[in-house]
Structure formats: structure tokens, C-alpha cells
């Protein structure tokens, strides 16, 4: 497949692009100047300005992945938010127009439900998003919902939980996400300070989950014209426990011992709330991958070895 994949300086796009390109050819469109960091030959990064550049890449690919979007802290600013959302809507509009374009992923979040979630959580829960930043992601989950139908074009709507893992290269930026900012303290900093006391839960899944979950979505057939999945691990666990796994491992493989510093501030300022993000829709339709924790965990920590120490 010709597969185009946007917000090539983050997290997941980075990763999606090496990983669908053993199978596929890929274009890897980002605003910042990535284009040393991908020498495979099936990868081809494209750096854009505007919006209008993007109608003639659009020609003849069978695929957009689009993950680009502003990060918690940025969707405080209304001005980017806005910006976002058009572009969104404008690329949407490019597609319509263009008609060759047979599926486009958006990767929203779990938290377009609630940063508070409770109980079980499946793709028919009400969303009321409580910050700025799932609220964004709302809003375009509905402009593609409330869109009429496109011909041709397969909508589907990927609400991702905790990814976290190694990053692509060194301009991802990543590493505010609390499994990457613990293995990246643990090496420059010989500890740990956490923001919070870790009693809050959390599902975590492994970025080569999402990707291989992904390209086996993108590569079927049989999908309808409008998705919703919830991408997840189905297990919500304490930040606290996840951390002090991770601890051990980060242990053995820097020889030295690791202190844990919580934000004794935030101790008992909330009880936390046990959830689980129901992932049957899409273990059903033969899509998850298999998950790996301990292999991401420790392909993550020889990243921030061989980066940071």
C-alpha cells in the first residue's frame, strides 16, 4: 500500500513509519526537518509549510494515518487548538475532493471519554471529556462522525490509551510521558522523582502494539465506512506499580540502585478510580497485536542508555 502518515516528529509516527515500512511505501509528512533520521528506502519524508502543499501528495495513496495534534500542554493555547482543527477539516475536505484516498485513521484518545474514567469503558461510553486536551480530540472525532458519507473513504477512529515506549529519533517529543520521563531520570538523574504519588491507574500499551494493531486495520478489506476501536491493553493498573517493574529492570541494567521520589503533595487528594478500556471490538476483528511489555520496557531503557548516559 501507499500509506501517508502526518505528524512525522512524534511518538507513534516515527515508530508507524519504520514498522509499516517493511510491507509498505510510506510518506512521512512533518513541518520540522526529520529527513536524516529515515534512510529506509520505502520511506520518503516530506517537509511541508501549509495545507496546500498536501493535495498533490495526496494523489494516488491508498491510506493517511493521521497523527499529528497539539500535546496536553499545547492545547492550552486556543490559537494552536483552532489552527489544528482546521487543518484537520481542511485535509478532510482534500480527501473528499481527491477520491482516491481509500482510508483515513485518526488517532484520537480514551481520554476524548474522560481524564477521570470509572467502571468499564467501551466504544459506546458517553464522552465528556474533563481537559482541553480530550475535548480537542472530541471535537474531531465529530466533525468526522457528523461528515456525510465520502465514497470510497473508510473513517476510522482509533481511541489509544497510555502508549509509551522508544521513540524514532531525538526530536520526538516524548519525553514528559511518565514510563519515558522515569527511564530517562534513571539515567541521567540515578532516580526517580515522580509528579504525582503513582496512586492514580492507568492502561499502558507498548507503541509496537499500536503500530502492528494499526497496519493489520489499515490492510484489511472488510472495514465499514465509519470505526470506532478502542486500542488498549484492557488492564488498568497503578502508575506506582508499573514504575517499581520498571525500576527492577532499570536496576539490572545500570548497576546501581534507585531511589523513588513521590509528590507527597498530591498524597491523598483523591481516591483513585479503578477502569478498564474494554478492547473486545477489536481483539474480535482479529486486529490487536501482541503485547509485549517487558520487550518495549527494555528496548525503551537501552534507547535512554545509549542517548542519555
Known amino acids: 500500500m501507499n500509506i501517508v502518515i502526518t505528524g512525522g516528529s512524534g511518538l507513534i509516527a516515527g515508530r508507524l513509519a519504520n ?9 512521512l509528512l512533518s513541518k520540522k ?19 496546500s502543499e498536501l493535495t498533490e501528495i495526496f494523489v494516488n495513496q491508498d491510506a493517511i494515518i493521521y497523527t499529528s495534534g497539539p500535546n496536553s500542554a499545547d492545547c492550552k493555547n486556543d490559537y494552536l487548538v483552532q489552527k489544528y482543527i482546521k ?15 481509500e482510508k483515513f485513521l485518526f488517532l484520537s484518545s480514551i481520554r476524548v471519554i474522560s481524564d477521570d474514567c470509572e467502571g ?8 465528556n471529556p474533563t481537559t482541553n486536551y480530550g475535548r480537542v480530540k472530541n471535537t474531531i472525532e465529530k466533525n468526522l462522525l457528523n461528515l456525510n458519507k465520502i465514497d470510497g473513504l473508510n473513517r476510522i477512529i482509533l481511541r489509544i490509551t497510555n502508549g509509551y515506549g522508544f521513540p524514532a529519533h531525538k526530536l520526538s517529543d516524548c519525553w514528559s510521558l511518565v514510563v519515558m520521563d522515569i527511564c530517562k531520570q534513571a ?7 515522580l509528579r504525582s504519588d503513582g496512586q492514580v491507574y492507568k492502561d499502558f500499551i507498548p507503541i509496537s502494539t499500536i503500530t502492528d494493531t494499526i497496519e493489520n486495520i489499515i490492510t484489511d478489506e472488510n472495514l465499514k465506512p465509519v470505526e470506532i476501536f478502542n486500542v488498549s491493553s484492557g488492564i488498568s493498573v497503578k502508575v506506582i506499580d508499573l514504575i517499581n517493574k520498571i525500576k527492577k529492570i532499570l536496576e539490572q541494567k545500570l548497576s546501581y540502585n534507585l531511589e523513588i521520589q513521590i509528590n507527597k503533595a498530591s498524597n491523598g487528594k483523591s481516591i483513585p478510580k479503578m477502569f478498564s478500556v474494554d478492547n473486545t471490538k477489536i481483539v474480535d ?3 490487536m497485536s501482541h503485547i509485549d511489555n517487558d520487550c518495549e520496557i527494555n528496548h525503551l531503557i537501552d534507547y535512554c542508555i545509549k542517548n542519555f548516559r
Do not use: M, Q, W
Open 33 to 51: 526537518n526529520i529527513s536524516s533520521f529515515f534512510n529506509h528506502p520505502n520511506i520518503l519524508v516530506k517537509k511541508y509549510k501549509n495545507i
Open 19 to 27: 514498522s509499516l515500512s517493511k510491507n509498505h511505501t510510506i510518506t
Open 285 to 287: 476483528r482479529g486486529y
Open 120 to 127: 468499564l469503558i467501551t466504544e459506546e461510553s458517553v464522552c
Open 87 to 101: 487543518e484537520t477539516d481542511d485535509i478532510i475536505k482534500i480527501l473528499a475532493e481527491n477520491k482516491t484516498v
Open 187 to 193: 539515567v541521567i538523574n540515578k532516580k526517580i522523582e
